[in-house]
């Protein structure tokens, strides 16, 4: 039995990335894989920081410890950046989507060379401006990467039932921006856009 | 359907609350009451939406105290009741909790207290487990999801098996934690048995209750036993060490123990009850191994209660944990921790992972309200009246985030409906006004009684209600002030009828997102004594998307900058100005819109280009140093124009509006920085070209500092010995007080130019070899003569120059200068002034303080447009001049021992005069000046002849070159510039920027100086407040009035620009309304997709 896949949705509070956990966990149990989910409980609330740790398999908690992250799905980069530093050295990163500006913050492509510089490879998706769909996106590259223990398809049927059609169209670029590309989750240095 | 009715054995993600609801379902739960807290809250939003199917009767009560009560009540009445709250509620609720155990219950009763390890969204991280002691109940804490539901089912029959409320305490990691739950069968409907209504068993008078008293340790055995025989005191494992955990930590443990290949040498007591203690499986383990760890977060109440226990019975094992320095004290236990203490207690068996890389340093996100918020409003309106001259007293809610930055309010939070008591307590005693704010949900949880108390105490307190009509922090609960459609058409209550007939006088209610409404209600209020109110209410606009049901469009319309109005300069600022918060709320409501402009009318009103926005608004934001130095960079002669300044940047600010008083603030600093140390200008590096300046006024001095600014060498001739030319020599004392010409020269001279005294050019040191000895020569000699009346009698005793007059009263006659042939105007005379101009002001207002019994001044042009201007000619009128205009001299005669002077109607100017004939004593003449050209003699006879025009100045380019002789410049009076001081100033830089070029230099402005400061200076109330009625015309201000007062997330700079992040904004409209320049407007009507989902849902 394989170990279990540690995962890590992060982002900014109202981006949705508990909704995001949620759904993986929900789609990975419907697949028949076991799931658990968390919440990092810190400045989540009102625009503060969130991680949310899932644990694809078998696990009583969603905790591990840092520096253990294999798949780290991101709606910031100010939050990837964050989280990048507890992923493994052949992690996959995967980045969509912008939380609310902070002032100090440092330029995107510089967080994006923090993360880069960590991971064992990274994915950034560009959405479109107005989009408030980072995560399914998110999934969506997730899910057509090849690294989840469960065919990537459960997490759209997810998607269709429970959401509008927006959400799944939403999942279709994700997925379309990283099948496009080398879908192989070998290790590799690079930027998909 | 409601994942938590999921059929019997389907696997289902449920977080630890919802399993909690799954459990006392599959108990036939009858009735359910809750308030809403982080961890808890997802208990009451799941029972809330599921009740109504399982014929549950659920109620969101308004406060802890309350459900516990009522569920007690639905107990007694035969329903299988349970309470949900936060641990801060248990408290709340600790009345009631404590006489639980002594009158026990009918049905089944459980109270869920979620507790917050690690104060995540709490101020403290009570340890619930100790009031379950303290109050005779057993407590249940389960390390999963699903043994929450399980627990939560079973602790029904335990409840009804040992007679006492049961206390169900989850905590966040579990609480929120997503698991697979395999839920069993639900009941067909809530278990219900007759009601219990007997005084014997539910009226605790004191005799009854010490019976009662007798009655809790045989109920606590009974609870020890069934948590014996039960599944959640569960022992895996063996070997000769033992560990104990209880709670999240215990999952942690045990997955780690799996993981490390240690269940052959670690026995693992899993403890789902705490308390009463499950003695004999612990008294088993204990004599069973060698060493025991007991992991358990907060306080060690099992690791005392297992070493009593051990004491009791005589066992002597080791038992390690919290107080042997194991494992730390306070906050939650994360998988490192829980790692590295069963590692050490395995003797580095367990191997611990190693530690990752440092997180970079990276800025936090802090939690804000959000875009849109109306509470943000409301403090931003208070803090405009109160500013920082308020005591702030807060309470829990969304609205606690007032206390971040920028709004800054909230000096003092305790904990729910606090800030009204706290408030009132410290009334009496503070030097400022107390206001306390309050929530809606807030306000009716526990906001009432210390209200009827601080009336009844009769204190001095403004209330603020904070009404968004929902209990938002928790996740967009109703709350008694919601609007009836969030709340199945129940009506709302009125806070402001409550708070009426609790004594609050008076109560008003505002629409906080009304700017001008909101400022003015708290204004109002602010001045008044005893307890007043003011509700502020506006919807939530997160909620009303939540309560929607369906999505739709977005409300309001986002906010967008207008670029032409905004005063945010995306390039960088030449003065680098930066306004202070406070000095931004003065601007606030200024609502003085007007087009941004990349040149101020000040500022190009103004001859030598002041910046006069910005050292205006430097001085007004108490940056005095720095007002200085921008005036400084400019100005040569500051102080000087301070007093005699004509001060066109005022006539062209006054078109829009009243005029800044833009000279009385540079005033201001020229008085602050006396004593003070100068701004230092960077040294240039020496070019080695000298230039010869000739004549020290304005005009020179100005052109001087300049050329030494940018390396040359300079050197200012004069034939006096001391410089100032008409500023030192002819302008009266009282006009430019003794000392500020003497200050200004002193910083000229200081800044590299060298004064040579007492050398006339032409006379002393012949024109051409001052040419010969120099890289380039600016004469700036003025026009110092007066121009001779050509009237008949003009010639006669009595008739005096007024400049040669002016200059005697300052400092006698000049060595050169026309030696006076007749006496002066004395004591007592009557006085006739010939002349408009600023000369003949000066000296009307000369012989009237030398004593004169009458002056009249008679000028060609119409009185009322005198050249010398309106303000001088009412200076004169005031101090007692009579001032004639439109008429010409014609003769002066003798008469009878006094001169009599005639006039006639000065053509046009002169229509409707009559020609007059006024007698005096002495008349001073002070028609203009010209020029004295005796500088230009040269030794050469060749030498080019200067061309003169007809009024005698010289007549040079634009920049002063003098045709027909390389090397001279012209500047000031001499060259024909309008006859000002800064006139003069204006032309002796243009000439000295032009000689810089000509000299090989860039032509461009010498760089600003350093400020010296910070002083301690700020202005007057007075100036301040005018200061702050500066529209701030150009760009360049650097206005962040929307960043620095309001804190909006919608709000951010990009390069430098302000930018409204349209897909965050809820287009409350606050910064339109506080923006001074009318530049954040709703953006034009388009379409815009739905948004989907709720913002910031939280806990």
Redo the contacts between chains.
Sequence with gaps: MSPPLHVVVVG???Q?V??TA?VL??AA?AAGC??????V?????????VQSPVVLGA??????????TDLLLALDP??A??AA??CTPTALAIVAGR????????PEEDLLA?VRARVGRLVVVDLPP?A??AGPVVLGAAAAAGVLPFPGEAIRSEMVAS??A??AEAFDLGWRAVARGDAAPAPQVGVDR | MHRVLAPPGVATLLLGNEAVVRGALEAGLGFAAGYPGTPASEVGDSLRQVAPLRGVVFRDSVNEKVALEAAHGASVAGARSLASMKHLGLSYAGDPLATLGYVGVNAGMVVVAAGDPGLHTSPNEQDQRHLARMNGLPVLDPSSPDEARRMARDAFALSEACDLPVLLRITTAVAHCRAVVLGDPLPVGPTLRPALLDPERFVPIPARARRMRLLQEGRLDRARRWAEGSSFVRVTGRGRLGIVATGAPAALVADRIEGSGLGDAVRLLELGMPWPLPEEPLLDLLSSVGRVLVLEELTPFVEDALRALAQRRGIAVEIRGKATGDLPGPFGYGPEVVARALDAFVGGRAAPPRDPPPAPPLPVRPPVLCSGCPHRATFAAVKQVFGEKAAYFNDIGCYTLGAAAPLDVGHVLLCMGSSIAQGAGASPFLDRPAVAFVGDSTFFHSGMPPLLDAVQAGVDLLVVVLDNRVTAMTGFQASPASPPSWREGKAETSIEALCRDLGADPVRVVDPLDWGAAVGAVEELARLPGVRVLVARHECPVAGKHFASVPGPRGARPYAVDRSRCRRCSAAPACGLTPGRAYQRLRVGARLAAPAADATPCTSACPIGMCAQGYVSRAATGDAAGAWALVLRDNALPSVCASVCHRPCEDACGVGGPAVPINEIKGWLADVAEGRPEPSFSAAAPTGRRVAVVGAGPAGLAAARHLALKGHEATVLDGAPAPGGMLSQAIPAWRLPAGRFEADCARVLAAGVTFAGGRSVGRDLPLDALLAGHDAVLVATGAGRGRRLAVPGAELRGVTDALSWLRHLRAGPIPGGRAPSRPYPARGDRVVVVGGGDVAIDAARAALREGASRVTVVAREPAGRLPAGEEQARLARDEGAEVLGGLDPTSIKVQGGALLAAFRPAGDAGAGTRAVEISADAVVVAIGQEPDLGWSTAADPAFPQIPVSDDGTVRAGPDGAVPGVPGLWVAGDVAGARRTVVDAMASGLAAARAIDRALGGDGRAHPAPAASGPWDAVPPPSLARAAATCRACGVCATCSACLDLLGCPALSEVDGAIEVDRDLCNGCGLCGAICPHGALIPEPDRRSLPVLGPQGVGG
């Design positions: 900014a509070g109202g949705g508990l909704t949620r966990g929900d149990l076991p799931a658990v989910v968390g919440q409980h810190g400045m989540a609330q009102r625009g503060g920081s696990a009583r908690t969603p905790w591990f410890p840092p520096g253990t100010l939050e950046a964050r530093h507890a939380g609310p500006r902070l002032p100090g913050t440092p923090a107005r408030r769909l959401f509008p927006a959400m």
